[in-house]
């Protein structure tokens, strides 16, 4: 995890504007953003399309220069240098490898661009590919490997010219979802064995929530909530961040009172206690947020009672949609008996884990 220090990798006000495509007006793709990445640290922007995350990405590399702002890196102005001058790599979703290459060829091309000697290029490459679990690839072409393979190979370009700063453009968004898994699990191994500084771009929740000490959320240019994966889940500062990262069910409530930092509230007709982050007062409608594992059902006729609409059994969990005064809400319940197991159209009495409960403003 990364330490609590002055960022090895600063962006500093940083804005993007490009023009409209009709001429008229301008787009503010990245607006203001300032972000410390500590040194070693796996940093996650995550985000709807749209939201910035791609083009704060190229303004880090180099791709793309900035309208305002700085970046820093290890205390230098990096803002307008090419790619070729920052002491990072990129890993692009496409692996834009060379077919005509082998795939030792390939690994290799960076360190000969850099005029490294014949001998230490050997070296680093096959150091390289003993890492990535490639040993004996050297001399295929890009077409006889798998997705996987090709995927380990644009990673080990990366890594042998010795970056200072790793990126990656969303590198998994084109292998099947078993692969995704296993490569994701690779990458965070391999990251933290080397302990190298990586800014990770995607729009996968679960993949940020699995690889990253620390996510960034954002939404129209801007830095929606910063924190570590399980911060963002069980604290969102916003609708918006709730809603983004994994699924949420979202209840008008009316505060009856409050006592230092904590709320009185009523919910689902249990009287309960809910932390504040922000001032309230009696009277006040807010919004609860309830992740749907943090939901209960029982044939119980003494709690509130839903009716299933939608029943989902898939195995190791099952999932419902159930009616309650009309609104609509997700449960999740994980590794169902079968007596636990309800059908659509059942009555069912509905209950929640009380301190998984999150406050929101309206």
């Known amino acids: 995890m990364?330490?609590?220090?002055?960022?090895?990798?600063i962006l500093d006000n940083i804005s993007k504007i490009f023009p409209q495509r009709d001429g008229q007006g301008e787009v503010r793709a990245v607006d203001d953003v300032s972000l410390a990445i500590y040194e070693g640290e796996f940093l996650t922007l995550l985000g709807p399309s749209g939201c910035g995350k791609t083009t704060?990405?190229?303004?880090?590399?180099?791709?793309e220069m900035p309208s305002a702002g700085r970046i820093l890196l290890d205390g230098k102005d990096i803002s307008h240098r090419p790619p070729n001058k920052r002491d990072m790599a990129m890993v692009f979703q496409s692996y834009a490898l060379f077919p005509h290459m082998t795939v030792f060829n390939n690994i290799a091309y960076?360190?000969?661009?850099?005029?490294?000697?014949?001998?230490?290029?050997?070296?680093?490459?096959?150091?390289?590919?003993?890492?990535?679990?490639?040993?004996?690839?050297?001399?295929?072409?890009?077409?006889?490997?798998s997705g996987g393979q090709q995927q380990r190979v644009a990673l080990a370009r990366s890594l042998v010219v010795e970056p200072r700063v790793l990126l990656f453009d969303e590198p998994l968004s084109n292998l099947d979802a078993k692969l995704r898994v296993q490569m994701r699990s690779e990458i965070r191994n391999i990251q933290r064995r080397l302990n190298i500084t990586s800014v990770y771009v995607t729009h996968d929740q679960v993949e940020a929530m699995a690889l990253s000490d620390r996510v960034v959320v954002m939404n129209e240019g801007k830095i929606a909530q910063?924190?570590?994966?399980?911060?963002?889940?069980?604290?969102?500062?916003?609708?918006?961040?709730?809603?983004?990262?994994g699924r949420a069910n979202f209840l008008p409530v009316t505060v009856d009172s409050v006592?230092?930092?904590?709320?009185?509230?009523?919910?689902?007709?249990?009287?309960?206690?809910?932390?504040?982050?922000?001032?309230?007062s009696a009277g006040n409608r807010l919004t609860a947020v309830l992740r749907p594992e943090a939901l209960l059902l029982k044939n119980d006729p003494d709690l509130k009672q839903a009716t299933v609409k939608q029943a989902m059994y898939l195995g190791a969990s099952s999932e419902y949609i159930v009616d309650v005064?009309?609104?609509?809400?997700?449960?999740?319940?994980?590794?169902?008996?079968?007596?636990?197991?309800?059908?659509?159209?059942?009555?069912?009495?509905?209950?929640?884990?009380?301190?998984?409960?999150?406050?929101?403003?309206?």
Do not use: C
């Open 2 to 9: 990364a330490n609590d220090q002055v960022g090895s990798l």
């Open 56 to 63: 704060t990405l190229r303004l880090i590399s180099g791709f």
């Open 110 to 145: 960076g360190l000969r661009v850099q005029h490294v000697s014949r001998s230490e290029i050997k070296a680093r490459v096959e150091k390289v590919l003993d890492l990535m679990s490639l040993p004996t690839l050297g001399e295929r072409r890009p077409n006889e490997l």
């Open 226 to 245: 910063l924190g570590a994966p399980e911060e963002i889940y069980r604290h969102p500062q916003s609708r918006f961040v709730a809603d983004f990262i």
């Open 259 to 280: 006592t230092g930092e904590r709320a009185d509230i009523t919910l689902l007709g249990q009287n309960m206690s809910s932390a504040l982050t922000f001032d309230a």
């Open 325 to 362: 005064d009309g609104q609509e809400l997700i449960v999740v319940e994980s590794d169902p008996s079968a007596e636990q197991i309800f059908r659509e159209g059942q009555s069912v009495g509905i209950s929640f884990v009380p301190e998984t409960v999150h406050l929101l403003t309206q």
